[in-house]
């Protein structure tokens, strides 16, 4: 044989010895043939993530993402917990596993698990077990102030407020406002449809630059007396109007009717400022009448200045004195109240109306005492206790109150739904309460809060009405 051969030989040898081992390896165990293990499906991320903190309460979708498609036996659905909430829907699409759940409460942590079984990836191998936490923003911790924002208030100012804070939360002040002028005809309807008077009769210094005339004069305080000396509060506004221009006799509240500038309205020197000095004289003359009959106001100027500029691209400002921003605007405010500190005037108890996110408008702790919040049209229950709760939240030593209202949600379940005011006040409607002579005045329709809508609220365990309000004298 030749080398060649030998090789050849050789080779074929090793070959049939190989084969020969294999086959008797493969044969060694019996006719199956193992099958590759795949590995089940691995979480990559969640919603919320593991360990989140300061979530919303009431209802929550969970989302899980694994490494590979997934489905999830409808049989297996009720193994998966959250802790003392409800699972009420498990679905798997693709990579992902969403989870709903209801019922969760402020202040708690919550567990979800999600047992072995519950997720499958595509060869019915099952994912490990998933386990989430997190945590429930905490119950908005309320510090209400005890102590007026004014120095050495009346006795009666103290009063009224210790009775705000004294019910706050747990009882809430019905309230009316005067049909433009200086009268109490909102109340009287309301007296008509339901046989009670609100606790809170409000009025409006709209018409300063008339009175005194005929038609309306500031300085009778007739009206005030005789509700304060049944027991009803008082409360007061100002639909601050100005002039259309300098010397003009055509006065306005909307910023694109008038030349007058609010970022002027505290600077000497300008006839912006000389209007605002005289105002705030005419103004003050007029509280201190009520201060001398030891009558205090709950006194909200200046109110909704940021209009809808935080709600939309190209909102605006509604009045004159928010349309040259937040600085301008606290700056009025401040000299307004350390005027009337300067006039002597401690009858006042100011209250402040947010329009939400508008925080950079807020004039500041030390000269507010109240927070209110105005509410149309609006007849969705749980988004003005959401409102309330966030208002709350971000002025925690401040009470809250439904300062204006009209078209809103029954006030019975808006209390029952945790938008626990301080007081509330439906606006008027020019049309029926113009005149309580006129017949249309006992009819039961109204622009803003129907007889039904008072009837509700009066009939509301927690509503005070006026014959429920003690002597704060």
């Known amino acids: 044989m030749t080398a060649t051969t030998n090789r050849f030989l050789n080779t074929c040898f090793v070959i049939l010895f190989i084969l020969s081992v294999t086959v008797t390896a493969c044969s060694d165990g019996g006719d199956d043939v193992p099958t590759p293990v795949l590995d089940g499906p691995v979480l990559v991320n969640s919603t919320p993530v593991d360990g989140a903190t300061d979530l919303a309460e009431g209802s929550i979708t969970i989302t899980l993402t694994f490494d590979q498609n997934v489905t999830s036996p409808s049989s297996t659905h009720s193994l998966v917990t959250l802790s003392d909430a409800t699972v009420t829907s498990v679905v798997a699409s693709l990579t992902k596993v969403t989870i709903k759940a209801t019922g969760l409460e402020k202040g708690n942590t919550y567990q979800l698990v999600v047992p072995k079984g519950v997720v499958l990836g595509p060869t019915k191998v099952a994912a490990t077990q998933v386990i989430i936490s997190f945590s429930i923003q905490e119950e908005v911790q309320t510090a209400i102030t005890t102590s ?159 209009g809808n500029i935080y709600e939309f691209s190209g909102g605006s400002a509604w009045f004159w004195w928010g349309a040259d921003g937040a600085e301008a605007y606290k700056d009025l405010w401040i000299y307004m109240f350390d005027y009337f500190k300067t006039q002597g005037l401690n009858n006042l108890i100011w209250v402040w109306t947010t329009q939400t996110k508008d925080r950079e408008f807020y004039p500041g702790d030390n000269y507010v005492d109240i927070v209110g919040r105005d509410i149309y049209n609006n007849s969705k229950t749980l988004d003005i206790a959401d409102e309330f709760a966030s208002i709350q939240e971000n002025y925690p030593t401040k009470m809250v109150t439904l300062s204006e209202c009209g078209n809103a949600a029954n006030i019975s379940a808006q209390w029952n739904a945790e938008a626990q005011w301080s007081f509330f006040m439906p606006w008027y409607d020019y049309e029926r309460t113009d005149d309580v002579n006129e017949s249309d005045f006992g009819e039961t329709s109204h622009e803003h809060a129907d007889a039904t809508w008072w009837t509700d609220a009066f009939n509301h365990s927690d509503v005070i009405t006026r014959d429920q309000m003690p002597s704060l004298k």
């Open 148 to 306: 007026l924002a004014i120095d050495n208030p009346s006795q009666q100012a103290q009063n009224v407020y210790n009775f705000l804070v004294e019910n706050y939360g747990q009882k809430v002040l019905s309230g009316a406002m005067a049909n433009v002028n200086w009268n109490t005809n909102e109340a009287e309807w309301v007296k008509l449809q339901t046989g009670k008077y609100p606790a809170i009769a409000t009025f409006d210094y709209v018409h300063l630059p008339y009175s005194p005339a005929n038609w309306v004069d500031y300085s009778n305080t007739t009206i005030q007396q005789d509700w304060w000396n049944n027991n009803g509060l008082i409360s007061a506004g100002w639909h601050w109007i100005v002039p259309t221009a300098e010397g003009a006799t055509d006065y306005t509240y909307k910023p694109e009717e008038t030349t007058f500038k609010a970022s002027n309205a505290t600077i000497d020197g300008t006839w912006e400022n000389d209007l605002v000095k005289a105002d705030l004289k005419k103004t003050a003359d007029y509280l201190k009448l009520l201060q001398a009959k030891n009558i205090p106001v709950i006194w909200r100027p200046l109110h909704e200045a940021a």
